[in-house]
């Protein structure tokens, strides 16, 4: 869902651009609290492996592929404020270096694929997860449906965006209609996605989920032949590992995860459907792309996910993706370092000696 230049005229793309600026700052602030020296590797992590699976397109129906947003899971994952600050470290990336994305597009983009998804992802999460048994299952399930809502929950965004500032004069109600249907098929690859990752590291690693924080059932105790919920006090410390074996527990975790996010894309990316996404194929029908404009960066050595002047097909796009996947999980990890680290300063308590 990655929408070009010219798709949305000038005043609506600036607007755009301020709501994406005026969220993610918000969403700076919230991050605060999200991370800590636990979750702040992950964030950066989380970022490199929406980008290595949003190279996976999937056929969804004919002639027609989706992609992972990405959106849902990085909110579950690493919270919702991180998870805006995710998709967005993506798409600037993908904006930049590979031409995936129109730079003057970019503030539709972060509305559309990081603010949409992530909010309306965490709100059915949330809302699921209050009324469901307080177990992992009930988190993996949340998480599917959440994921599922996201998706066509950023195609109507889109066709709101594109009724306000598109630059062709097409029916927005069959664009509407196009775009929704579509959607919820991408949706279900997105929920599957979405579930898989979230039940992998909640199995390995439950306290690095930001969504399965709480869930914990509270201790029982038996109290003239019935079962009461103890007290807060006196409920066990749990038995936390040995400082050495937890660092090492998530330093695997993520090796793991890095080596995953450059497999997928420096290899299983080559076997990606070569369909057009669902956009491409609505903007194709619908009219849409016919004041389309060529990309700023089309020039760039990575454009399209290839590195230039590698003539083998399958080099060139494992290298570009690689490479991806690189400077994501740099780049996002330096964001969320800093902010973990602001976040430092502003609890560190002050000298008040007299």
């Known amino acids: 869902m990655h929408v070009p230049d010219g798709f949305i005229n000038a005043p609506v793309s600036a607007v755009t651009g301020l709501v994406a600026a005026g969220a993610v700052a918000v969403s700076l602030r919230g991050a605060r609290r999200e991370l800590d020296e636990r979750t702040a590797p992950l964030a950066g992590l989380v970022a490199a492996f929406i980008f290595a699976v949003q190279m996976l397109n999937f056929p969804v129906a004919a002639g027609t592929s989706g992609h992972l947003l990405g959106g849902a899971l990085a909110a579950i ?33 972060i509305t559309d694929m990081a603010i949409v998804t992530t909010v309306v992802a965490y709100a059915v999460f949330r809302s699921l997860v209050k009324v469901l048994p307080r177990t992992r299952r009930s988190v993996t399930v949340s998480s599917f449906v959440a994921a599922l809502l996201s998706v066509p929950a950023a195609a109507v965004a889109f066709t709101l965006i594109y009724w306000i500032g598109g630059t062709t004069d ?25 579930a898989l990752t979230v039940g992998a590291v909640i199995a390995v690693r439950p306290d690095l989920v930001y969504g399965a924080r709480g869930l914990t059932q509270r201790l029982k105790l038996r109290v003239g ?4 919920d103890a007290p807060a006090a006196a409920e066990p410390v749990p038995a936390a590992e040995p400082v050495p074996a937890a660092a090492r527990s998530h330093r695997k975790l ?20 070569a369909n057009p996404d669902g956009l491409e194929k609505v903007a194709a029908d619908k009219g849409i792309d016919a004041e389309a404009e060529e990309h700023a960066a089309a020039d760039s050595p990575l454009a399209d996910y290839g590195v230039k002047d590698v ?30 680290r602001r976040r430092t300063a502003d609890t560190a308590p002050t000298d008040v000696s007299v």
């Open 77 to 109: 994952l690493v919270g919702p404020c991180t998870g805006v600050l995710c998709v967005s470290v993506v798409l600037l990336m993908q904006g930049i270096l590979f031409a995936d994305g129109g730079l003057t597009a970019l503030g539709v983009n």
């Open 170 to 194: 097409v029916s927005i109600g069959k664009v509407a209609t196009a775009m929704v249907g579509v959607h919820v098929l991408i949706g279900v690859g997105e929920a599957a996605i979405t």
């Open 225 to 228: 032949g019935e079962l009461v």
């Open 254 to 273: 993520w090796i793991t995860g890095l080596v995953t996010s450059l497999v997928l894309a420096g290899f299983v990316s080559f076997y990606a459907s």
């Open 311 to 340: 003539t083998d097909a399958r080099l060139s796009g494992g290298l570009a993706g690689v490479i991806g996947v690189g400077v994501t999980v740099v780049a996002g990890s330096a964001v969320f370092w800093a902010v973990r």
